[in-house]
Nanobody, 124 residues
Framework: QLQLVESGGGLVQPGGSLRLSCEASEFILDYYVIGWFRQAPGKEREGVSCINKRDNFTYYEDSVKGRFTISRDNAKNAVYLQMNNLKPEDTGLYFC?????????????????WGQGTQVTVSS
């Protein structure tokens, strides 16, 4: 049974926008930090952003700050990643994950649940 399911990826031109969704069980959203990651071909996985429920803390890596916005809808058990002004270097497989600590999740990849990902391609 999949605990995290991503959707919303696709092909978009540079400067365009996409909104990714990560649907999770209520248990996961209540107790875990949810992070978004991406991995481009031939490159290491990169933590992009995260959010928690307790205090709505959010964090963004410098490469996406000002362009991406993470949010959550508790009623829909979902976390979203709004991506604006997309660049070719944003291309990659995007997936969400849940972990107990935001630093360990985003920077060290220590997560308890992982989704399978949704592909984002930014190209003209």
């Amino acid at each position: 049974q999949l605990q995290l399911v991503e959707s919303g990826g696709g092909l978009v031109q540079p400067g365009g926008s996409l909104r990714l969704s990560c649907e999770a069980s209520e248990f996961i959203l209540d107790y875990y930090v949810i992070g978004w990651f991406r991995q481009a071909p031939g490159k290491e996985r990169e933590g992009v952003s995260c959010i928690n429920k307790r205090d709505n803390f959010t964090y963004y890596e410098d490469s996406v700050k000002g362009r991406f916005t993470i949010s959550r809808d508790n009623a829909k058990n979902a976390v979203y990643l709004q991506m604006n002004n997309l660049k070719p270097e944003d291309t990659g497989l995007y997936f969400c994950a849940a972990g107990a600590n935001w630093w360990r999740l985003l920077r060290q990849g220590v997560g308890d649940y992982w989704g399978q990902g949704t592909q984002v391609t930014v190209s003209s």
